[in-house]
């Protein structure tokens, strides 16, 4: 299973890379692998404000619904929306162009490294 040393992990999941002050948000490899086959993507709309641990949409496999959650707060500034025709890229893709939004960061949060990420994947297996 893949995790990539250059990102930053949520206890929920959702991967980060922050670049000059924007985080690119996805799920993790683990969590796509968890959903199975990604059928839709709720996006959040662009503009929209969330506060780090915000609901800010679902996705939905054909095993389950899982909702995504802002791993940082800020304004949502870009939003994937390729996955609306091609939520597969989630499965494909994860750490590349399954992306799912893109927030100017207002408001860090404590996030996990990669080695930490690690050790929660084995605690929860």
């Not at 993790?28 to 059928?39: F, I, N, P, R």
């Not at 609306?84 to 494909?92: L, W």
């Amino acid at each position: 299973m893949a995790v990539p040393e250059d990102l930053q992990y949520t206890k929920s999941h959702e991967w980060v890379r922050i670049t000059d002050g924007v985080a690119t948000v996805g799920i993790t490899e683990h969590a796509q692998d968890e959903l199975g086959d990604v059928v839709f993507v709720e996006l959040p709309e662009q503009g929209a404000t969330l506060e780090a641990g915000d609901s800010f949409g679902a996705v939905e496999s054909v095993k389950a619904v899982s909702d995504l959650y802002a791993p940082v707060g800020g304004e949502v500034v870009e939003v994937n929306g390729t996955l609306e025709d091609s939520p597969e890229k989630i499965n494909e893709d994860p750490y590349g162009e399954g992306w799912i939004l893109k927030l100017q960061i207002s408001d860090e949060a404590d996030l996990l490294s990669a080695a930490d990420y690690e050790k929660l994947l084995e605690e929860e297996s």
